[in-house]
């Protein structure tokens, strides 16, 4: 599992209390040891079954180290899924766990502060002066490039369908039918890249990075982390906190930074852009895309 808090609350008081545990006791203890990431996803029963012991006897473990039952026991490893420290399959696991169990209003909970948690640390973490920086090298950039594959695909076409809304040469990449590297093939110091990506960090993201480096683009880096591939070296880094009790990360970060910045591009931006915008909507009025009003 790898969590510092789970390891010394849990799994150490499992081994500073090995001789004191019965035969029985201690075949659960082991079960746990060497599986802990089966205890956040898993019932009593389960993890009963599993170690060939008797239910109670999960729950007499629990209590021999200082909790008062197994729920108690389970919580510090349902907490690392929830703050991501398993894989995407457990969590999902742990996720079917709580529907069965009728405790969705703690999911409830749990998604709303995770979403306003991530926010809250994205940007305390990032300074007027970073985005402002990152918004005028892209006003005065030929094109600006923005990457997301899976679900940073949709983030990265949101904000490229907005800024086109007042301002042209922003494109989307991957394009249908093409790879990342092929998209910046001719990109250079002139343009922008912005990339996105968070752990597991996607390698076709990673390596379109690297090569606009080589060819002089200006890399703009949105991840999870100071030390993430695609943030080290770039010229603007703007780190996202993605915790989330789902089994892949949050995009509410993602999204915020994306519309902060872009509202800072418009801000530095010269004065035919509200024009820009302007002329845009009024067109889409004209043409009848938008359900106009009865009254």
């Known amino acids: 599992m790898n969590d510092t808090n789970v390891s010394k609350t ?9 001789d004191a545990l019965t035969p029985e006791t201690q075949k659960a203890a082991r079960y746990v040891l060497e ?28 209590r021999q180290v200082g909790f008062e039952g197994y729920d108690d026991f389970r919580e510090p490893f349902r907490d690392a899924i929830r703050r991501g420290n398993v894989s ?30 991530n926010l809250e640390d994205t940007f305390a973490g990032i300074s007027e002066k970073e985005l402002r920086a990152a ?39 991957p394009r249908p039918g093409s790879v990342p590297v092929d998209d ?21 993201v990673v390596e379109a990075v690297r090569i606009a480096r080589e060819q002089g683009v200006r890399v703009i880096g949105i991840s999870d982390s100071p030390a993430s591939p695609i943030i080290m070296g770039s010229e603007h880094g703007f780190v996202v906190a993605v915790d989330t009790p789902q089994f ?27 024009d820009r915008v302007a002329t845009f909507h009024k067109r889409r009025h004209e043409l009848g895309i938008y359900q106009e009003d009865p009254s």
Request: a negative charge; aromatic letters at 8%; charged letters at 20%.
């Open 88 to 117: 995407f399959p457990d969590r999902a696991r742990w996720l079917q766990d709580i529907t069965r169990s009728g405790d969705l209003g703690g999911l409830y909970a749990d998604m709303v502060g995770a979403a306003i948690g």
């Open 184 to 204: 910046l093939a001719w990109a250079d110091e002139r343009d922008v890249l912005i990339a996105i990506t968070s752990k597991p960090y996607r390698s076709e």
């Open 248 to 274: 892949f990360p949050s995009s509410v970060s993602v999204i915020a930074v994306l519309e902060t910045l872009l509202s800072f591009v418009i801000a530095v931006a010269s004065d035919e852009i509200v």
């Open 35 to 62: 599986n802990p990431r089966d205890v956040g996803v898993s019932t009593v029963r389960e993890i009963a079954e599993a170690a060939k012991v008797k239910p109670n006897t999960v729950v007499r473990m629990a």
């Open 10 to 18: 849990v799994l150490d008081r499992l081994t500073d209390e090995w």
């Open 135 to 173: 918004a005028e090298i892209i006003w005065a950039s030929r094109n600006v490039f923005t990457l997301g594959v899976g679900v940073n695909h949709s983030n990265a076409r949101n904000f490229t369908y907005l800024a086109s809304t007042g301002m042209k040469a922003f494109h989307a990449i």
